[in-house]
């Protein structure tokens, strides 16, 4: 029917513009429109261009934007971030107290990236004993959630789709086991002794060596301890700008002793988490804990709507194999000897002895 009216007004239509105009609307409504998204696109004889964000390994796209997002390492934090980092972001993790569970944080996110193959740039004082501590990532038979291995002979219709439902977003890690030093090929280390533009630099070389592949960045305390605020404000302006338009993420702690007003540090960062431990104590509420995270800023980047994320407090917990992210939430009240029916419920009948009486 569409088809017979667009001809009929183009046969009518006198003018050689019009028959133009109403040609061209034919062309391009009468296409075939498809609800599903080529595997292809950015890609070139179905393999992957390295121009294209798509091929970015260990990245898929934001179910808020249309930007690339790669995993922190920590499964329930990614939860909490947007379903992760978005490429050419940066987080920082505020320090307080002793700040000893925070290079928790850290290895996760270089073991992550050494998962993915991903180029990890690290500075600090203490990222050369990180690199030696990273946790192992789980076989996919050791976990539930992971895809089994497919044969040869399955997805015969659907075989485009092999290939990504073999790619893992993120992994789970076991903090009992430790990486062989041989697999860490695509770490670098730089001196933080080093003064702020030479670490800079460094930095920007190592993102133009890379331009494949998704750069991590941690930065462990820079400039520490320098107290002069000009210097530390200069620094880190300037470590944003060097990569907020590349195809990296980068993850900055902080010293709990640090001269900066929060305000500043916060106003720079896309993200921003302070880390804060928990004194053992078995008879408190919080005795199954070692420490909370506070989101204290969650950006929601190239998006019309405007960030509404659970901005409640997180508390985490170190076992002998896992590092475990929950949201804190009070037991349920079992003290309770009244019955539904005797208290007059919407259950009707029924007497139940049951201390709830469902």
């Known amino acids: 029917w569409y088809q017979r009216r667009v001809r009929k007004a183009v046969v009518s239509t006198q003018s050689t513009g019009f028959q133009h105009y109403f040609k061209r609307i034919n062309l391009r409504m009468l296409a075939p429109v498809s609800?599903?998204?080529?595997?292809?696109?950015?890609?070139?004889?179905?393999?992957?261009?390295?121009?294209?964000?798509?091929?970015?390994?260990?990245?898929?796209?934001?179910?808020?934007?249309?930007?690339?997002?790669?995993?922190?390492?920590?499964?329930?934090?990614?939860?909490?971030?947007?379903?992760?980092?978005?490429?050419?972001?940066?987080?920082?993790?505020?320090?307080?107290?002793?700040?000893?569970?925070?290079?928790?944080?850290?290895?996760?996110?270089?073991?992550?990236?050494?998962?993915?193959?991903?180029?990890?740039?690290?500075?600090?004082?203490?990222?050369?004993?990180?690199?030696?501590?990273?946790?192992?990532?789980?076989?996919?038979?050791?976990?539930?959630?992971?895809?089994?291995?497919?044969?040869?002979?399955?997805?015969?219709?659907?075989?485009?789709?092999?290939?990504?439902?073999?790619?893992?977003?993120?992994?789970?890690?076991?903090?009992?086991?430790?990486?062989?030093?041989?697999?860490?090929?695509?770490?670098?280390?730089?001196?933080?002794?080093?003064?702020?533009?030479?670490?800079?630099?460094?930095?920007?070389?190592?993102?133009?060596?890379?331009?494949?592949?998704?750069?991590?960045?941690?930065?462990?305390?820079?400039?520490?301890?320098?107290?002069?605020?000009?210097?530390?404000?200069?620094?880190?302006?300037?470590l944003r700008q060097l990569t907020s338009d590349t195809k990296n993420c980068v993850l900055l702690t902080t010293h709990p002793s640090c001269s900066l007003p929060a305000f500043h540090l916060t106003s720079l960062y896309n993200n921003c988490l302070a880390v804060s431990s928990l004194p053992r104590d078995k008879s408190s509420v919080y005795g199954d804990y070692h420490g909370v995270i506070s989101l204290e800023k969650v950006d929601n980047m190239c998006a019309f709507t405007s960030p509404t994320p659970d901005m409640s407090d997180r508390f985490f917990k170190v076992q002998r194999k896992k590092f475990i992210v929950e949201k804190m939430h009070l037991p349920p009240d079992l003290g309770e000897t009244v019955s539904r029916s005797s208290a007059g419920g919407c259950g009707g009948g029924g007497g139940g002895g049951g201390a709830v009486d469902f």
Request: glycine fraction near 6%; hydrophobic fraction near 30%.
């Open 35 to 238: 609800g599903f998204r080529k595997l292809n696109v950015g890609t070139k004889n179905g393999s992957p261009t390295p121009s294209s964000n798509s091929s970015l390994k260990g990245t898929r796209l934001s179910l808020h934007s249309s930007l690339q997002q790669t995993s922190t390492g920590i499964q329930a934090l990614d939860l909490v971030l947007g379903n992760g980092l978005n490429i050419s972001s940066a987080t920082l993790i505020i320090e307080r107290d002793r700040g000893e569970y925070t290079p928790q944080f850290a290895r996760h996110f270089i073991s992550e990236g050494v998962s993915h193959g991903h180029t990890v740039v690290c500075c600090g004082e203490r990222v050369r004993d990180w690199l030696e501590t990273l946790p192992t990532p789980l076989q996919q038979n050791d976990s539930a959630h992971d895809t089994p291995d497919m044969g040869d002979d399955q997805l015969k219709i659907a075989w485009r789709y092999k290939r990504r439902i073999q790619a893992r977003y993120s992994h789970s890690y076991d903090l009992s086991k430790h990486r062989d030093t041989s697999e860490l090929g695509t770490c670098h280390v730089i001196p933080d002794n080093l003064p702020p533009a030479v670490i800079l630099s460094q930095i920007s070389d190592h993102i133009t060596r890379s331009p494949d592949t998704v750069v991590r960045v941690l930065m462990d305390r820079p400039l520490f301890p320098t107290t002069d605020e000009p210097t530390l404000m200069r620094f880190h302006y300037q």
